[in-house]
């Protein structure tokens, strides 16, 4: 099949117009929301719409509303040309790139003094706080697992989401399942808000050696990349382990930890929670998912598995 | 004209779907949310809608969300067979009265112990937060005014009409300047959060005698019907006293308290702050907002008033 040029859109009223004449013409529009610098994991995710709409929208925009100051904002890889180029690849292409220049840039009005208040009362800010000061939370999901190291990620995630959702206006959503507790905070906030969006959520890809995909994986070194393998087999040992009927998920929690650090990994968590509201478990009786994040070198990886015992 | 009998949606799929075949038909939507119990307020904006868009859409809903549970919820006044009434009298009607009977149930999802913990630890909570848990928060303009006596209530407003706007899907939509923070918190929402809607906000309608139209005056005696008086009354003598050249804001400030509370009015707040930002000011330079908000017996009303010298 010959390769479909996608049209790049940049600015947030023409995104709109595209998505409502497509809308008056019968389509339905399926919408990808990436950071860019694609892989197989987004690819898969646009595979997955294509079962579902007939019009596809991507999104690449790095949000810098859900990252902290002191985190990687300025190093978060990026490749445009790259990116248009894989879509070109994909089967069925997508219909539009939208990709906005800055999100949270409104013109000339006034501006208040929240953002010197705010850090002067030693409040956690992002890298956007300066004029823009409304946000979405998730209050009880956003707390735990990533939550706890990361104080403004889920808000900002939330936040930007909302944003593109308001301005595609898309029918479908599509998330990777990488990102577990991102994914149950996205369909949280869709059936609280009423979003008229429907959300699915697209399993892990991973690497031929486990290693789920993540555009962050292009920052690890050859010898962190072998190390962050220990995530994978850490989850999928302690898979088994619950399969075989070991319930007990402090044992299980332990056994990991020790293979990633073991391995050189530094782990921010690991934890085994309930599917839906992400609540710690203590032993595995429903279904649950393990989610573990870890450290290596200056890469923060986060990867999860799912156990349907 | 025949009055014209509005459809009555009680189901947020059925309001969406009413919009998009409106909208696909070329039709552009005007929204005026309100809590019932209409007054010539309320039908000043659905005379401001009919010179915007061409179908109008009320709902009537008491957000439970706005309130604490130690407020007047279970109070508030309604009477949907009168406001049915009201709205088919209106000059060329309304098309929907859109009257969900509760925003916030979201059938049998499994319910999170964030309520519990959040009771646990203290927080602020509303009348709605067992299972609902994504709240909009925009976060500088909530803090002030009524925002420092009625904790949730911002909260509770922005999320509200996020969800409502999801719901509606309005071109645009009309607010009250009487609840002149709400207006502004509104317009801030709308923009950082991208919706594709316009708001425009109408005029305080005025009693006769100059009492700001609310649905809460039924519940004043007609003693503190008649103290309540003192509110306008300060207000507009600080409006003149400005033109006059008094720019002082402490002195119009203790002037209009001193009148509030010697008609036997109990002051919550009176302070005059920027239009816009709603950042107090202390001396009159530019174009700013007299806000007030009073106890008369058990009704606490709020007023204000624009002052462009």
């Not at 099949?1 to 399926?30: F, L, N, S, V, Y």
Request: glycine share 8%.
């Amino acid at each position: 099949m010959a390769a479909k040029e996608p049209i790049i859109i940049r600015d947030k009223d023409e995104m709109r117009k595209w998505t409502r004449t497509m809308r008056a013409q019968g389509h339905t529009i399926g919408f990808v929301p990436t950071m860019g610098y694609l892989h197989e994991g987004h690819i898969s995710l646009i595979q997955e719409a294509h079962k579902h709409t007939d019009r596809i929208v991507v999104s690449i925009y790095v949000n810098p509303g859900q990252f902290s100051p002191n985190e990687d904002l300025s190093t978060y890889p990026s490749d445009f040309q790259g990116d248009i180029k894989k879509l070109k690849s994909v089967c069925n292409g997508v219909d539009v790139v939208f990709n906005p220049k800055n999100l949270y840039e409104y013109g000339n009005s006034q501006i208040g003094n929240g953002y010197e208040r705010n850090i002067k009362e030693g409040k956690v800010v992002s890298c956007v706080e300066s004029d823009h000061e409304t946000w979405v939370r998730v209050e009880n999901l956003e707390k735990g697992l990533c939550g706890k190291s990361r104080p403004v990620f889920f808000r900002g995630v939330a936040t930007v989401v909302t944003k593109l959702f308001n301005i595609v206006e898309p029918d479908v959503a599509f998330f990777g399942k990488k990102d577990y507790q991102q994914w149950r905070i996205i369909q949280r906030m869709v059936r609280d808000l009423d979003f008229g969006i429907k959300v699915i959520g697209s399993d892990i890809v991973r690497e031929n050696d486990g290693l789920a995909m993540s555009s962050r994986n292009v920052k690890l070194s050859p010898e962190n990349r072998q190390r962050a393998l220990s995530i994978s087999r850490a989850l999928s040992r302690a898979k088994v382990e619950a399969e075989k009927g070991q319930v007990n998920c402090r044992e299980l929690i332990n056994c990991a930890i020790q293979t990633i650090n073991e391995a050189g990994g530094s782990v921010d968590y690991a934890e085994i929670v309930e599917q839906e509201n992400l609540e710690p478990v203590e032993t595995i009786k429903t279904p649950v998912v393990f989610c573990v994040a870890a450290w290596f070198g200056k890469v923060r990886l986060v990867d999860n598995m799912e156990i349907d015992v």
